[in-house]
């Protein structure tokens, strides 16, 4: 058996400890530890973007980081992102360009674009279709989300 | 406000915006047990040992079954309760004496959480002895019956097409194939299983797509009574008619869960999706087709073979028969025969995949076309538009059955909606500019595919409707929702009947225990099939409610209007209303008889129910077009512009029908140019992952641009529904094909989907 | 996809980490981005018992760019080579290339160092350093830093000359002369993806001809390599559009291509042909 560490980190802004096996991810300790379900995992490997998280202000694939990686980090979830309202212009615009069909990717492409709105809120659209390109939708043939993240990023500019 | 018809945001998003999405993953009881699969890692081998010992000696392992350890379990069955003749092609719930394919279940763990489980599972020790792997089924024998591979012929047609064929003027024959591919949903599959002693009920929550009709198979499989079984779906990451076919998962979930006394979660890893999930497509066809001079069509025959894989799924045969009964599309033609191969080989079992049967079917047909207008002369659309089923000869009778159901088109103006397209689209123009640039040197091409696709039809779709004290309704339906936006389009339809706001709809869905029957969310029926009945539920609940309202009044109903949720007088309409809530509230079973309304003891408050059937399906119809720019050193076709039209008889919320048409055509675009499951010659899958298996990324397709039209009603429901799902992904292959052909300047080009690079460059190697 | 147990050690210095990879005695892997490494486990291929998670290190060397040469320390991300302030050939040419990797959330994780530690003959890092006579610097606690040229690190497909203790701790690339000029062309299915074919080419135009003339190709053989009979047929030469084929078709004469089930070793030359060509025109531009 390997060790079980004690971890502490910032989660959505709140101080928080668990303790894991080295080999959960983050991606699980936040699903089976923490019960935070928003986070999806679509591939384990990285490839699909359901999971992606934000450590230390930059988007991450929470299945391929270890849990124990997270020692002293800001980690935000989707939860964390739609509580403090900071996500609202884009939860607007995905539902207003019907970018959410089963859902299950939507988390992922949500804390992306967070990301990237937060990194740079005068990003151009055709950074955002690139951005758009990093992670996998089945449903929506990727037009409506590209849309919406454009139509969030206008509404960012304008209040910024 | 009328909601019909109009394009609103869909109700479903809310949640899944927030993180909030309750998919299967997410549902974990809290003292479940982890269950693992262990998978043969050999395509064919006869099995020598299969020992668990290892998995039971680690802590945290509860317990781990082979096949002798399971006791008399029946193989996974057919939905049709098809028996005999193709009773030896169903799948064992583990393998026993033989392995049919890599992946295939030979034992299972059930752990206390998943990282245990995984490790239990490598430590079964499993031997076999190798046995030749059959992954190229026999081309030369292809419609003959004689292969032992041949699990069953599929043949439909009428007249005589050798007569057909030999007094035609021309003759084309085409070898055409489609690769395999996978519908692939982002959520991969999973089972909870749960056994409530308490109530003596068995709760099953993840298999999604047809909840009663995978209860009653769980049912017959683990020899319970289905009314003991309560299958309830959560949100669904996808299914595109790959999730919800029952399988041996799901069987041993149901079988830990009660065997063992607690709650089994059963969650699928991606890798084990790509080898475990139904596979589909994977046809190869013979086919002909015989054309007069003047670009009429006369005939066609089509010979095809179907790459099996394994076993048989629960859905036995009907890609075959799908195949067979939609070739024709929507021309004329003076015969025309389809035979269908079912064969089996070493890989992973086939079944559906969004617009199975179809997308092939059209590939065919429509490159036969492309086929005889390259031979004529003629331009490939004007050969189309000549062979068109005319308007006037609806409905139309294909000569042709899909079971015991004679294929009957029943609405139908499809020269109008390629008039329209070409408006709307600007084809002319579009084709004119393609053609510039290529005799500039571009390589660059423009296609165009018609289909006519299937929805809806048959019986056991019902809507149970009541409306509460505070006016909210409630719409239990037998349906499913996929992420296709069922809840809302119910809500649209069942909201214009009773005058409330669509937000004030709550649509019930993919619960057994919540209504009797239901044919869940296959086949493009939901909306069809349960939006008819909820619009026949709601027009009784609205009787209900003016029936009750004239007693109350003392107004007879036929004077009264229901509006913005209140009943009132229709000459006094500036009059305060009676909310429906407080009609609702009257209704209830202890008051009604007070008030001496009308009420009915067997249908107590508010609410009605109804159910539908259709004898016939209906058969909505559309075009794909694509302009395609092709890198002729690399072989890379890059889809610059793509376009759907399709006519849906009467579109519920046209956005939610474009997002339907938009999504469908990505995948079709995937499954033209990216999208393929290879197998080595020893049947090793080469995609075990989503790095493997190239799934369209944003940056290689277009924004798709629709034209939804409602030009012809369905005749068979009242509101004229036809299904939407699987039109957008039915006519990307064809199109594509004829768009590449066009750009490298060779008819004919394509015969393989898909369309990778390599093949491309084959092509070009040919040709020059 | 659970990787197997594994024991996780976080050290704060090279030496530290370097400790802990001789007491593994090889059964230990570096943790680095985990883009490659982490997957690989996840489908258990990899299996190590430790982990040296080197995210931590506190005297890793980072990303220093002398007029003579740019050094890159083990913990340098992609995003970081990509959005490099840098104006020179060398800064350009790696800003370029670490635009071609993965996607933004891969580049936030994934490093240089553990790129060409991981051996993939279809890294951009890979092709890279081969093409810019790149010296790395691999450490051991036993036997400290030793120098080896980039085109005899690469051993094979994802096996490379460093030895299990061995860490990669410094990859030290020349400085391009001002004057240089350089061109990369890829085929991949997707962006994002692993390239099929990908190559660069570096040169000099003095009085109108070429010198210096660079030409590496990667995903094509096992090993990303320079093609001297293609630098050689250009060397001295005025660009053109003639010469240029001439040298691509070189290039694709010479290669022994890997063949994989989605592209076969006739498509791959092809696309060397096309890749070094398109990269030739590119360094001309």
């Keep these: 058996m390997s060790q079980i560490r004690p971890l502490s980190f910032r989660l959505n802004g709140v101080d928080t400890s668990v303790t894991v096996e080295p080999r959960r991810t983050v991606a699980e300790m936040l699903r089976s530890d923490l019960r935070l379900s928003g986070t999806t995992v679509g591939c384990e490997q990285g490839s699909c973007g359901s999971c992606t998280v934000i450590v230390d202000g930059e988007p991450v694939r929470a299945c391929t980081l270890f849990a124990v990686q997270l020692e002293g980090r800001e ?39 967070a990301a990237a709105l937060e990194s740079d809120p005068f990003i151009e659209d055709e950074a955002i279709d690139a951005l758009v390109s990093a992670n996998l939708c089945r449903c929506t043939g990727y037009g409506p989300i590209r849309r919406a993240v454009r139509k969030a990023a206008k509404t960012t500019r304008r209040a910024t | 406000m009328r909601h019909l018809g109009r394009p609103l945001p869909r109700l479903e ?38 020992d668990v010992s290892g998995a039971l000696a680690l802590p945290g392992v509860v317990a781990a079954w082979s096949w002798s350890d399971l006791g008399d379990l029946p193989p996974i069955s057919y939905r049709t309760g098809d028996t005999g003749r193709l009773d030896g092609f169903r799948q064992p719930v583990l393998a026993s004496d033989l392995v049919r394919y890599v992946g295939e279940p030979i034992a299972v763990v059930f752990a206390e959480d998943p990282a245990t489980a995984e490790d239990a599972a490598d430590q079964v020790d499993f031997r076999a002895e190798l046995l030749d792997a059959f992954i190229h089924p026999v081309t030369s024998a292809l419609g003959g019956s004689s292969d032992h591979a041949t699990v069953a012929l599929v043949e439909q047609g009428f007249g005589d097409v050798e007569h057909a064929i030999a007094s035609a003027d021309i003759v084309v024959e085409l070898e055409l194939e489609v690769g395999r591919q996978a519908a692939m949903p982002l959520e991969p599959r999973g089972l909870i299983a749960r056994w409530d002693g308490a109530r003596n009920l068995l709760e099953i929550t993840g298999a999604a797509k047809i909840p009663h009709i995978d209860r009653d198979l769980l049912a ?58 139904p596979q589909a497509r994977g046809q190869r066809h013979i086919a002909r087709v015989a054309a007069q001079d003047d670009g009429r069509l006369v005939a066609m025959d089509v010979t095809f073979m179907i790459d099996q894989g394994a076993y048989l799924r629960p859905d036995g045969l009907r890609i075959a028969e799908l195949t067979a009964a939609m070739l024709q599309g929507p021309y004329r033609l003076d015969a025309f025969r389809a035979l269908g ?361 277009p924004d798709i641009e629709c034209l939804i039209t409602d030009d012809a009603p369905s005749p068979l429901t009242p509101l004229g529904l036809k299904g939407a799902g699987e039109l957008g992904i039915n006519g990307a292959g064809a199109a594509i094909a004829a768009a590449i052909d066009e750009a490298i300047g060779t008819p004919g080009a394509v015969t393989h989907l898909p369309v990778t690079p390599a093949r491309l460059r084959a092509v070009l190697r040919g040709v020059s | 996809m659970t990787p197997a147990s594994f024991d996780h050690h976080a050290p704060r210095t090279i030496d530290e980490a370097l400790g802990l990879l001789a007491q593994a005695g090889g059964d230990a892997r570096i943790l680095a981005g985990g883009q490659s490494l982490v997957p690989a486990m996840a489908f258990r291929l990899a299996q190590p018992s430790v982990l040296v998670d080197i995210n931590r290190l506190t005297d890793a060397p980072g ?223």
């Design chain 2, 220 to 277: 017959d499989q683990i020899g319970r009574p289905a009314s003991r079984i309560v299958l309830a779906e959560g949100h669904v990451g996808g299914g595109f008619g790959a999730r919800g076919e029952i399988g041996p998962e799901d069987v041993l979930a149901c079988l830990g869960a009660l065997r063992l006394g607690r709650p089994v979660a059963w969650l699928e890893d991606r890798r084990e999706h790509m080898t475990a999930a």
């Design chain 2, 13 to 50: 998003a809310s949640p899944l915006v927030s993180g909030r999405g309750l998919f299967t993953g997410s549902m974990q009881a809290g003292d479940h047990l982890a269950m693992r699969l262990v998978r043969s890692p050999f395509a064919h081998a006869r099995v020598t040992s299969v």
């Design chain 2, 341 to 701: 191969d079912v064969r089996l080989t070493n890989k992973t079992p086939a079944g559906p995949y969004r617009g199975a049967g179809r997308v092939e079917g059209t590939f065919v047909r429509e490159r036969l076309v492309d086929a005889v207008a390259d031979r004529l002369g003629l331009d490939p659309v004007a050969v189309r538009r000549r062979n068109l089923v005319a308007a006037e000869e609806m409905p139309a009778a294909r000569g042709v059955t899909l079971g015991e159901v004679p294929v009957v088109y029943d609405s139908g103006d499809y020269a109008l909606l390629l008039k329209r397209a070409e408006q709307t689209f600007a084809l002319e123009r579009l084709r004119k500019r393609t053609r510039t640039r290529r005799s500039k040197g571009e390589a660059v091409g423009f296609g165009l595919a018609f289909f006519v696709d299937r929805s809806g039809g048959g019986s056991g779709d019902g809507v149970r409707i009541s409306v509460d004290d505070t006016g909210t309704v409630e719409v239990v339906t037998g349906a499913a929702d996929l992420g296709q936006g069922l809840e809302t389009a119910v809500a649209q339809i069942v909201a214009d009947i009773l005058a409330v706001p669509y937000t004030d709809v709550r649509v019930v869905h993919g619960r057994t225990d919540a209504i009797g029957f239901g044919q869940g969310a296959e086949a493009s029926r939901s909306t069809v099939m349960t939006g008819t009945a909820a619009q026949q539920a709601a027009e009784k609940v609205r009787e209900k409610a003016l029936a009750a309202a004239a007693a109350l009044i003392g107004v007879s109903a036929d004077r009264l209007m229901l509006d913005e949720g209140e009943v009132r007088p229709i000459e006094h309409s500036d009059a305060p209303g009676l909310p429906i809530g407080a009609i609702a509230h009257a209704l209830r079973p202890d008051r009604a008889a007070a008030l001496a309304l009308p009420h009915s003891p067997d249908s107590a408050g508010l609410s009605a129910e109804a159910w539908v059937s259709l004898d016939s399906p209906t058969y909505p119809y559309g075009l794909a077009a694509a302009v395609v720019a092709v890198d002729e050193e690399t072989g890379a076709a890059t889809v610059e512009r793509f376009f759907v039209a399709a006519d849906v008889g009467n579109a519920v919320n046209p956005k939610l029908v474009e997002s339907q048409l938009a999504g469908g055509a990505v995948q079709g675009i995937g499954g033209a140019l990216s999208e393929e499951l290879l197998f080595t010659a020893t049947g090793e899958p080469v995609a075990i992952s989503f790095a493997d298996y190239a799934l369209p990324t944003a940056d290689q397709v």
């Design chain 1, 75 to 113: 980690l935000r979830t989707i939860e964390g992102l739609a509580r403090d309202g900071s996500i609202q212009a884009l939860q607007e615009a995905f539902v207003e360009e019907d970018a959410v069909q089963c859902g299950f990717c939507t988390s992922g492409f949500l804390v992306l674009a």
């Design chain 3, 63 to 285: 990303l220093v760019e002398e007029s003579d040469r740019l050094e890159i320390g083990p913990l340098v991300r992609h995003e970081t080579l990509r959005r490099m302030p840098s104006r020179t050939p060398l800064g350009e040419v790696l800003a370029h290339l670490a635009d071609h990797i993965g996607t933004w959330p891969v580049r936030t994780r994934g490093t240089f160092c553990g790129s060409l530690a991981h051996a993939d003959p279809a890294s951009e890092w890979g092709l890279a350093v081969v093409a810019l006579d790149a010296n790395l610097t691999l450490e051991s606690a036993s036997d400290g830093p030793r120098s080896v040229p980039a085109s005899e690190f690469f051993a094979g497909m994802q096996m490379t000359a460093a030895r299990e203790e061995e860490m990669l701790t410094a990859v030290t690339i020349p400085a391009l002369p001002a004057t240089a000029r350089w061109g990369f062309a890829e085929f991949g299915r997707r962006t994002g993806d692993f390239a099929t074919v990908l190559a660069l080419v570096v040169h000099e135009l003095k009085g109108g001809r070429m010198t210096g003339v660079r030409i590496a190709v990667g995903g094509v053989e096992d090993v990303p390599r320079r093609l001297g009979p293609a630098e050689e047929a250009l060397e001295g030469a005025a660009p053109s559009k003639v010469r240029f084929e001439q040298a691509a078709e070189i290039a694709s004469e010479i290669v022994e291509p890997l063949e994989d089930p989605l592209s076969d070793a006739l498509h791959r030359r092809e696309l060397v042909r096309e890749m070094v060509l398109r990269a030739l025109q590119r360094s001309t531009r």
